[in-house]
């Protein structure tokens, strides 16, 4: 448990091993989380494929190697996560706890995010523009009497895209991340910190339901390369959860 009234103090080798240990994660979380997006291409793929006259006597075997492939490519990204997280996981309470850093840390670090904001901008202009790119060919092939094939085929490539766009959004925001809590910055001002640990049994029970009815739905129709958008939809949805919560507990 974190108490309210403390502050951690935090020296300029535990600052710079931070800084360091952030840095060279970046890549991993970001590669993560991306194989968590792209999982469902190869259920997409062959279920699209699958569904053709030309493979419909294969269209069960198919299901079953893509559902595979999909748990294979999860269990992997899942891997990446939690390994990459172990390791920060002895920096926890700097994004939960108030800290005090020693003198002329702060200097140091407002200088690192500093020349690292151009990066991290371009990083998020780059992420934008995969992802409007990746539903282009979607649009174009919506005003052309394709095979349902070929559209399956273009979900897949959105999909590549959007995990493109992330991984670079994931890598720079790490980054720029871990200044911002040394700084104690943004959602890791001491007040976002303590609304943000009343609001830790409310995110842990959403996403283990969350979880719950993804696996209850997906094992049960076994439509896989359809119940992923169970995902995107939570993601939009918690926001809405959170919002509530915290004006609840403002209210309190």
């Known amino acids: 448990s974190y108490d309210d009234d403390k502050s951690v103090f935090v020296s300029l080798e535990d600052a710079n091993t931070y800084m360091s240990l952030c840095e060279k994660l970046s890549t991993f979380f970001a590669l993560g ?3 968590c997006i792209i999982c469902p291409v190869p259920v997409i793929m062959l279920g699209g494929l699958g569904e053709t006259a030309k493979y419909a006597q294969y269209e069960d075997i198919f299901a079953g190697i893509g559902v595979a492939l999909l748990l294979l490519i999860v269990a992997a990204g899942v891997a990446v996560l939690i390994i ?6 002895k920096w926890d309470f700097l994004q939960k706890q108030s800290i005090t850093l ?8 407002e200088k690192k995010k500093s020349a690292y904001e151009k990066t991290y901008i371009k990083s998020v202009a780059a992420g934008v523009v995969l992802i409007i790119v990746g539903i282009v060919p979607l649009l174009i092939a919506a005003g052309f009497d394709l095979e349902d094939y070929v559209y399956t085929i273009l979900v897949d490539v959105l999909l590549i895209f959007i995990a493109s766009g992330v ?3 994931v890598k720079s925001g790490s980054i720029h991340e871990c200044y911002e809590i040394l700084l104690q910055q943004g959602e890791f001002a001491d007040r976002e910190k303590r609304a943000k640990r009343r609001l830790e049994p409310v995110s842990t029970i959403y996403w283990c339901s969350v979880t719950a009815v993804y696996l209850l739905i997906s094992f049960t129709t076994m439509n896989w390369h359809r119940t992923w958008i169970v995902w995107p939809v939570a993601g939009v949805a918690y926001a809405v959860v959170e919002a509530v919560a915290k004006a609840v507990m403002k209210n309190r």
């Open 33 to 35: 989380v991306a194989l």
């Open 84 to 89: 990459s997280g172990m390791q920060t996981s």
């Open 102 to 109: 020693e003198y002329g840390i702060k200097g140091i670090v």
């Open 167 to 169: 991984f670079l959004f």
